[in-house]
């Protein structure tokens, strides 16, 4: 699957229960609870759950897309030592799991700034939310998250209080193994392929919402390792290794058998 969405939980879970036999909700709740799954904001900058031992993949993989917002914070004139001092400041903090409120008071304290509390719910929320000054910009604690993911790997931990924790993979994940972020871009595109192929590189940069120059280097990088494939006209790719399953797939019963 190359993850399951989960911006709402309960979608993540209708995703699993629909491809898994004989899934229960119960099952994934035990699956975070045990540090199997976890959730964490990675393509897209959307939250996916994800298995715990290969959230670098999805995470460095997809990390492009955090270092445009770097690039973002530069144009608005934050000096690269003011956005380094913030980043180490967010995955210093993290080495537990933290709330957000939590985060903004350490990270604030260690930068020496004066924590704020702005407008910044989301989905058209007007509640206040913790938000740290870092030079001219003030972020909500999950823009800075979003900000960290440039160079650490971060993942939610368990709720507090119907308060999401944040934690870093390497201090909550049992036998973390961390991958750079050229092995887990590759990595990512074949999962890619694999769970949605035949696709292109355009496809891949609007899937983990990096730019497509960047989807193109990494495609170019794996490229030997895919076959081209023509649907109806349409050029595209799969991973060489499946394509003699994928020529010889049938259904498993005729279309008109289902209903509708």
């Known amino acids: 699957m190359a993850g399951a969405q989960a911006q709402l939980l309960s979608a993540a879970q209708i995703s699993l229960w629909s491809r898994v036999r004989d899934l229960r909700f119960a099952h994934i709740e035990e699956a975070l609870s ?8 990675c393509m897209r900058r959307t939250l996916f759950l994800v298995p715990a031992e290969q959230l670098a993949i999805f995470v460095r993989g997809s990390a ?44 604030s304290r260690t930068l020496g700034v004066r924590m704020q509390a702005i407008h910044g719910g ?3 929320s007007r509640r206040k939310v913790s ?46 193994q961390d991958l750079s972020v050229e092995q887990a ?46 649907v109806e006209g349409w050029t595209a790719a799969v991973l060489r290794e499946n394509l003699d399953e994928l020529s010889h797939a049938k259904f498993e019963r005729p279309l008109e058998q289902f209903p509708g």
Do not use: M
């Not at 045990?34 to 904001?41: E, Y």
């Not at 871009?185 to 120059?213: H, N, Q, V």
């Open 131 to 176: 938000a740290v000054p870092v030079g001219e910009l003030t972020y909500p604690i999950v823009d800075l998250l979003h900000l960290a993911a440039a160079r650490g790997v971060v993942c939610y931990g368990p709720n507090r209080d119907n308060e999401p924790t944040f934690v870093r993979a390497d201090a909550w994940i049992p036998h973390w």
């Open 185 to 230: 871009e590759g990595l990512l595109l074949r999962k890619y392929l694999r769970a949605f192929g035949p696709a292109t590189a355009a496809d891949f940069a609007l899937w983990t919402g990096i730019s497509l120059t960047g989807a193109r280097e990494i495609w170019a990088r794996e490229e030997a390792g895919f076959a081209s494939v023509d």
């Open 64 to 107: 492009q897309r955090a270092e445009k917002e770097i690039r973002w914070a530069r144009g608005k004139g934050v000096p690269d030592r003011v956005i380094d001092a913030a980043i180490d400041a967010a995955l210093g903090a993290l080495d537990q799991p933290l709330t957000r409120p939590e985060i903004a008071e350490r990270v």
């Open 34 to 41: 045990q540090r199997i799954l976890v959730k964490a904001s």
């Open 122 to 124: 989301g989905w058209g």
